[in-house]
């Protein structure tokens, strides 16, 4: 074990919270407990942000796979305070294939990729092609964060609806897309849930999403629980 892989997992016993490993384990089946320490996202961060100006911060990037959940979300907070866009985006692909969870793929959002966003969808496109769950899941997320607003085109509500998957974290991510669609861009997204554009379990997920959304009128929510598939 190099100098900084046994440093980062000392600091990170440090911050152990057995309480908090005992409530996260539950909201990841896919995760096995004995891999998870169990240390709150706010100490993680701040672990990340003090690792990141220290120059073993890139050999820790390089340490892959890594033995502990937390180990693997440090390194994806490290991945976000990458200035360089193609650095960034060479760091996350090496990154994904490791991706064992849903909690780990959603938390990685580099900020520089909001200064690419064409560049950004060329690669997002790549990873909604991939054959690993977390990869499609990550392209899908990247579409949800940073194209909805106003970077949003019609054709990426296209894109997502034509992923078919049997995997339950790539089909949860694309009711959740659809969901923040519906708050964001309504008019445009709406015609998917009329047409019944997704697979039945998605179409329905997405519209209970909608309908526990704030950002959502409570006329639209009427009009979409009549769109509900039996």
């Known amino acids: 074990m190099s100098d900084i892989e046994a440093e980062v997992r000392r600091r990170l016993f440090e911050l152990q919270d057995l309480k908090y490993k005992e409530f996260a384990c539950k ?7 004995e891999t998870v320490i169990g240390v709150r996202t706010p100490d993680l961060r701040k672990l ?9 911060a890139a050999e820790f990037l390089k340490i892959l796979p890594h033995g502990y959940y937390e180990e693997n979300n440090l390194h994806g907070f490290l991945i976000e305070t990458i200035k360089d866009y193609e650095a960034a985006v060479a760091a996350v692909d090496e990154f994904l294939p490791y991706i064992d969870n849903w909690a780990t793929c959603d938390l990685i959002s580099p900020k520089i990729f909001k200064k690419h966003l064409s560049e ?5 496109k790549v990873w909604l092609i991939s054959d690993r769950t977390y ?15 106003d970077a949003f085109r019609p054709e990426f509500l296209e894109v997502v609806a034509g992923i078919r998957s049997e995997e339950y974290y790539v089909n949860m991510m694309i009711a959740w897309y ?3 669609a519906l708050a964001k861009q309504y008019e445009a997204t709406v015609p998917y849930i009329q047409e019944q554009r997704l697979e039945k379990w998605t179409h329905n997920k997405a519209i209970q999403k909608a309908v526990e959304s704030y950002r959502i009128s409570d006329e639209a929510k009427a009009y979409l629980r009549t769109l509900k598939v039996k």
């Open 27 to 33: 909201l990841m089946p896919t995760v096995s407990p």
């Open 48 to 56: 990340a942000r003090e690792f990141s100006k220290r120059p073993e």
């Open 120 to 124: 950004l969808y060329e690669k997002i």
């Open 135 to 149: 990869t499609v899941r990550f392209g899908i997320g990247m579409l949800m964060s940073f194209y909805l607003n």
């Open 178 to 180: 659809f969901a923040t």
